[in-house]
């Protein structure tokens, strides 16, 4: 029988000590000079920025900007004709995307990418897969050590549950979910790989405002609670300033704003992107 | 010698039934006897996790001992704002042990009126559950000088709060660790100092009548009175699986979930999260339940709601079963037998469709299902009558206790039942009498202990030693009680014809499509109408399912058709009514009534006054005989911002309503 505290949970240490948030922190992910074009047309044209330990980064940019090619190059869907992608001060550039997960990339997809006939525990559990040490012919035996580790994967889950607040659909089949709960199970399976960064895809597209706050709570919670480092792409641009540290603005596949909210807000360049009006 | 002296000299000598007269003692006595016993469960991680008596005794003792270490003196005031959780409970039990009382929120007030409660009953600590109620608190704060600290038992979102006011509940057992290797037996000594006259909890009331809200005054021996009263009347046994689910909050579950859970005891159940409590109360095989009137209607409504989607013959046999068992249980309670037809074949229809109906429902074990709070349709008793789960109706104030309940096999659904009777050791048995405005005057048991720093209010109540309910009863001949309504709420036409506005409205709420009704009506009007808030999740699935497309709830809601759907849920009501009280005109509400707006009260009852005043204009048009009102509702968004809707609101006449106009 599992028997732990409230508050002692292990949630608030999932991702080892909860760092202390106000010290100068080290880079964790660094995006050297990526270029990606498809054919003639340039999605990425040399990019580059850095994400720090401990900060909420938003990559914003109208749409078509290339936002997501850049998220797609850094977790390795797409292979850039050039430049590097540095995780923890090792050169991911060649490394498939399963790789880069297990090394603590996990992301979230702007169009859901879900089971639908799995329930959410199952689905959350699926994100648990690249810790579980087990081969197919020990589970099928289901010997007690099986047992024991299925059990520990379980606690996992369930704190995240407990943390995502979704206990009330725990058993639910994914297909008859509202979209708002859905992104929110796909958080909880990234969530569930304990990663050391987390990628999030314009994961407040098509919410109403509610579901919105909501959501900007729960990814304040988690760069709080578990320490994780975010980087969030999205076009919502008021979301993003209101919780990001600090934001890369990308137009036409280039890096054309780089700094912290306020900054940002008053750049000439970035009014001009969104606006489409030249300010010069 | 004052009544009251009397009273505790009785309870300290009292018949052996009564094994403490305060509760902290019965905490006491349970650790002592049933130490290693379940005390509460909680589903965590999606498991129920278990606290024995020791372990609940314990956890209560260093946080009482925190408390005091913080400076918490007796009779001085603990605040808890939170859902029903294990420390939640474990506050109540650790204050009450230090002699202080308890003052306990709704979990959704607004800090406004947070604010109010912790100020008028003098606060020193309050005691919140998670962000949410500590951000109230925090808000408010600088107008509560006697608040020494604010105590949270959740700490998730609270990583980056540094007020020096805060501390964690863990924190406070770990301070009161320490005083108890400095000071052994401090907590047990408060426990023996407790008197039963000595104040348990000040219950505030709901403030429907427009005035601010009173603090109640609800010592231990009331609390304990309360309860064996009850347990006189209702089926009940030690070690019951009980679920709490109403907020303590409400006097109600003061006197349930916490008096008779120690008294009893209780293995009290805590749900996961108050939205899975249909799933829990299935997980906890609750045995017995306290829910409001609106909570059991919401159960059935559930039921409803999924049978509008089930196919034809899924329904029909549904609505056939439910008639057959809804003749047994009339046959049951009124002690004579069924139509031989119904009783040969309900065996069958129980095992085929009822039984596995009330499984899902979670109430296969309930023997002691009660509601209580305000009246209840008869058609929500049917339907879990006709199960088989006998509920049944309670009838009490926060102010005396618990009146009157229905009990033994045989009681009719119309009553709240008959008058409980008094354990000799809590005061002279009750007695009660009718004055000629139809209200209540009872006197007996414990008695009235007041309002709270409010001696005006509290005189206003008592007339000689009788204490005036405000409530219209009446006594029928077999001795059972009829609630009718509030004295100041029954109505006179401007015909003169009085009519029951409540029962109105109560018919009218049993229909899936409506979630509220104020009915219309007194001296100035000549007919009775009603303005209808429709239930926005059945009627949009109905609309859905006959393809009428609709936006927003204002739209929906002045939809031709839904405007038909409601005048024909009107015309059935209206059936069982005399012709000259029958409504004739209503008109849906273009926005949803909301608690969040004064609209409501938190236990969801209606402010009628301020809703005849906000609707003013619309109900004029009412009366006016137009058939359109154009109209702007201020709205008040749950982020603080407020919007208007603008729309033209149709007033439609029943069946009833076109006769007499013709």
Known sequence: ?280 | MSRREVVEIKVGITSEHIVADTLPKLLLRNRENWGDRVAFRQKDLGIWQEWTWEDVYSEAKYFGLGLISLGLKRGETVGIIGENEPENFLSHYAAQAAGAKVVCLYPDVTPPEAQYLWDNSESVFIICEDQEQVDKALEVKDQLPRVKKIIYWDPRGMWKYTDPILMRFSEVQELGRKYDTEHPGVFEEGIAQGKPGDIAVLSYTSGTTGARPKGVIMSHGGLLDSACRVERRVIMKPFLQYLSYISPAWATEQMFGLTMGLHMPFILNFPEEPETVLENIREVGAEMLVFSPRQWESLSSTVQAKMLDGNFIQRSMYKRAMAIGTEVAQGRLAGRPAGIVARVIYPLIYLLVLRPLRDKLGLLKTISPVGGGSAMAPEIFYFFQAMGVKLRNMYGMTEIGLLTVHSGEHYSLETVGHFMQVDPAFGTPLEWRVEETGELLVRGGWGFDGYYRNAEATAERIKGDWFCTGDALALREDGEMVYLERVGDMRQLSTGVRFPPQFIEIRLRFSPFIKDVISLGDETKPFVSALINIDSETVGRWAEKRGIAYSTFPDLSQREQVRNLIKGEIDKVNQSLPSESRVLRFTNLPKELDPDEAELTRTRKLRRSFLEERFGNLINSIYEGKATFPTEVPVKYRDGRTGQVKTDVGITDTEAGKEVMK
């Open chain 1, 1 to 280: 029988m599992v028997k732990v505290r409230r508050g002692e949970k292990l949630s608030y240490r999932l991702s080892g000590a909860a760092r202390a948030l106000d010290v100068e922190h080290a880079v964790i992910l660094k995006v050297e000079d990526i270029t990606l074009s498809f054919g003639r047309i340039k999605a990425v044209d040399g990019a580059s920025f850095e994400a720090r330990d401990g900060e909420i980064l938003a990559i914003i940019g109208p749409n078509g900007a290339g936002k997501t090619s850049l998220l797609n190059c850094i977790n390795g869907f797409y292979k850039p004709q050039q430049g590097h992608v540095y995780f923890q001060g090792k050169d991911i550039s060649r490394l498939s995307p399963h790789k880069r997960a297990e090394l603590g990339l996990g992301r979230t997809f702007q169009g859901l990418q879900v089971y639908e006939g799995m329930s959410v525990l199952d689905t959350i559990m699926s994100g648990r897969h690249i810790h579980m040490k087990l081969n197919p012919a020990q589970a099928f035996f289901y010997w007690p050590w099986v047992h024991k580790e299925e059990l520990e994967h379980r606690l996992v889950v369930e704190e995240i549950i407990d943390f995502l607040e979704i206990e009330h659909i725990r058993k639910r089949p994914i297909g008859m979910l509202s979209y708002g709960l859905r992104k929110r199970v796909d958080l909880a399976r990234a969530l569930a790989l304990e990663p050391k960064i987390l990628l999030l895809d314009e994961p407040m597209a098509g919410m109403n405002l509610e579901e919105k706050e909501d959501l900007a709570r729960f990814i304040l919670d988690i760069h709080e609670g578990l320490g994780t480092p975010i980087v969030i792409v999205e076009h919502d641009m008021e979301v993003v300033m209101d919780i990001a540290h600090n934001i890369v603005v990308i137009d036409w596949g280039q890096v054309i704003a780089q700094g912290t909210p306020a900054e940002i807000r008053i750049n000439p360049k970035v009014i001009e992107a969104y606006l489409g009006v030249s300010v010069t």
